[in-house]
């Protein structure tokens, strides 16, 4: 299984992207990962958050081949602890996912048509983060998920 994770907007602090890269690094032993940057829209000031949704839901959608499986960072998704979501992890080997697409939307979340083609959402927490962290922990709880998988010593119970 490939996994790939899309993102709206570059990451500006480097420490971050430092962090990032260590855990895609990490990350590469187990899966092929992907981290895919998609541009802000241009004069987003100027739209309407409707509008903004559903210009970065079409950049989205534009990524995705037909046979990948797109799971939403949502507020309104299921959440999993990590042993839970190394389960999920593993449902979605065991079941012959060629991609695995995460996706982290705009500020404003996700137009319809993203929602309409999403498998499913996951919340990683009710509290609210900055969207640049948000990719550092989908990262490391991916790795984590796989060292469980395995059953290394990255995670204690």
Do not use: C
């Not at 999993?80 to 449902?91: H, N, P, R």
């Amino acid at each position: 299984m490939n996994i790939k994770l899309l993102a709206i907007g570059k990451t500006d602090n480097k420490e971050l992207q430092t962090l990032m890269n260590d855990y895609i690094k990490r990350l590469s032993f187990y899966v092929k990962f992907e981290m895919e940057i998609i541009a802000d829209i241009k004069n987003a000031k100027n739209l309407s958050e409707t509008q903004q949704k559903q210009k970065e839901g079409e950049l989205i959608l534009s990524k995705l081949a037909p046979t990948d499986f797109l799971i939403l960072l949502d507020e309104k998704g299921k959440e999993f602890t990590s042993m839970g979501f190394a389960d999920e992890l593993q449902k979605r080997m065991n079941a012959g996912i060629k991609t695995l697409v995460f996706v982290i939307g705009g500020p404003y979340g996700f137009s319809d048509e993203v929602y309409q083609n999403a498998k499913g959402k996951i919340s990683l927490s009710k509290m609210t983060f900055s969207h640049q962290m948000i990719r550092l922990f989908v990262i490391e709880q991916l790795y984590r998920g796989f060292t469980i998988l395995r059953n290394e010593p990255y995670h204690h119970q």
